[in-house]
């Protein structure tokens, strides 16, 4: 498999971490900004469902105009939700999102052909937004119903034959729709997830960096599961450059980098959170999480090309998910146990494993 399909299949897979876009935004300042500009679109199609309402071209019988002021209303009343209330935790924003798609293809279907066809272009603009906050899933689910909706509203058109119907506008209206929701909009979240990968990756090593690490974090932090971190630190490292250089000191960092990925589960995150510092957080009880750490520090040990012995000192933390009745730690706590397990196995010499579990003394 080439390097593109690869890329494509992992964008596919990769779910978005709905949290920490809105925590990234939320850093720059921009998630304010951006929550009123969604309300003002939302209090925006409420109007335009209004003028639909009341035009001439807009649905005949009461039942159709009772319909379309019915999401009016739900377009204003959502628009006032963006601006009131906090940002919505994912379901409830997919769930939004469904709304209006249902809103914009029901309008679609209860007024002329003309209008009909312009008002399916709306679809692109809740599109844009599951562009940026949600995955390649939700965007194919939306692209699908969009064609739908485009199909339904063309044969609908094709069906009455009005004086109103255009073939040619139809047909301008479909390949609108097609190029934005089958095309540009998948494209441009696959390179914003480029994007996104490359700011989360270390650019020596591949692995993960301190804010990839951050990103995947939630993900693993999951009730009823063993979760353990591990801190793998070189030992010697500051001699291998001050005696060989640094472009070789960066050859063994990408040595040992390749070595805990190939050790490391396939489901593990493996980052280079600093100089020479690694960390590993994988789903581990005590004992598997015990020798999966010495089958890393044997790997690095093996690893060393250079006259200086390049080793490792490795810290432990694991929580097991049968002291769940005494509180989960968090993210930070269990990366601050397995750094203080690292350092105590520097004190020992180095090449050492010192495990901690949590809730038990540090051995």
């Not at 209006?100 to 309008?107: C, G, H, S, V, Y």
């Not at 960066?250 to 280079?272: E, I, K, M, W």
């Not at 790997?299 to 810290?315: H, K, N, Q």
Request: net charge neutral; charged share 15%; with cysteine.
């Amino acid at each position: 498999m080439n390097a593109g399909r690869l890329a494509l299949r992992m964008w596919w897979r990769q779910p978005v971490d709905y949290r920490w876009v809105l925590t990234t935004l939320r850093n720059h300042s921009a998630l304010g900004l951006l929550k009123n500009l969604i309300g003002t679109s939302g209090l925006g199609l409420g109007a335009i469902a209004v003028m639909v309402m009341l035009s001439s071209e807009g649905p005949q019988s009461a039942a159709g105009r009772a319909v379309i002021g019915f999401f009016a209303v739900v377009g204003v009343a959502t628009g006032l939700r963006w601006y009131l209330l906090p940002w919505p935790t994912a379901w409830a924003s997919l769930a939004l999102i469904a709304v209006a798609d249902l809103a914009i293809t029901t309008t679609g279907l209860l007024v002329s052909s003309r209008v009909a066809l312009v008002n399916a272009t709306a679809l692109i603009l809740t599109g844009a937004y599951l562009t940026l906050f949600h995955g390649a899933k939700a965007l194919a689910a939306h692209a699908a119903w969009s064609l739908l909706s485009v199909v339904l509203v063309t044969t609908r058109m094709q069906a009455n034959a009005d004086s109103n119907s255009d073939a040619s506008l139809a047909v301008a209206t479909v390949l609108i729709m097609v190029l934005a929701v089958v095309f540009v909009l998948p494209m441009l979240q696959f390179y914003y997830w480029v994007l996104r990968t490359d700011a989360l990756s270390d650019p020596l090593t591949t692995l993960s960096n301190r804010r990839g690490l951050d990103y995947n974090l939630p993900r693993l932090f999951e009730a009823g599961t063993p979760i353990c971190a591990m801190i793998v630190d070189l030992d010697r490292f500051k001699v291998v450059n001050d005696t060989f250089g640094h472009q070789e000191g960066d050859r063994v960092l990408a040595r040992t980098a390749a070595r805990l990925r190939d050790t490391a589960n396939p489901a593990a995150t493996v980052a280079r959170t600093g100089g020479e510092e690694f960390t590993i957080v994988d789903h581990l009880d005590v004992v598997s999480a015990r020798a999966l750490a010495e089958r890393i520090r044997r790997a690095v040990e093996e690893s060393s090309e250079v006259a200086v012995a390049v080793t490792a000192s490795i810290g432990v933390a694991v929580f097991d998910h049968g002291a769940e009745a005494n509180g989960r730690p968090a993210a930070e706590q269990l990366l601050g146990c397995a750094d203080t397990a690292m350092y105590r196995a520097k004190e020992r010499g180095g090449n050492t494993v010192v495990v901690h579990e949590i809730g038990a003394p540090l051995a």
